[in-house]
């Protein structure tokens, strides 16, 4: 596993932990039990299963999940030193990979 892939893993890893959190401690394991239960991931396994999250996310919270994604996106922004950019319709998939690509940019640059 390249250094590049491990770092936006690490990062989108703790933006989900810590979007999650919005829920408080107990809400955050739910959604944790579920993706373990029901789709056997656990919350390392997420990076390469975003589609599967959101599904979870969105079977329990509905058009609430909306809102944890946002935090999310913009807890992932903040870590990769990234600004959030307000999107008029919102698609996690979408914004996951602008943010990816905008990511990947400023390392080369870097």
Not at 84 to 110: G, H, P
Request: hydrophobic share 35%.
């Amino acid at each position: 596993m390249n250094k590049e892939k491990t770092t936006f893993e690490k990062a989108f890893t703790e933006a989900v932990d810590e979007g999650l959190l919005m829920l408080g401690e107990s809400g955050r394991e739910v959604v944790y039990f579920r993706l373990r239960h029901s789709h056997a991931l656990s919350k390392e396994d997420l990076p390469s299963h975003q589609e599967i999250f959101v599904e979870c996310l969105r079977d329990i919270f509905g058009s609430g999940a909306k809102a944890i994604e946002k935090t999310i996106i913009k807890s992932l922004c903040r870590k990769l030193g990234l600004a959030y950019v307000e999107k008029e319709n919102f698609e996690f998939s979408e914004c996951l990979n602008e943010i990816k690509m905008r990511w990947r940019k400023a390392e080369n640059t870097r």
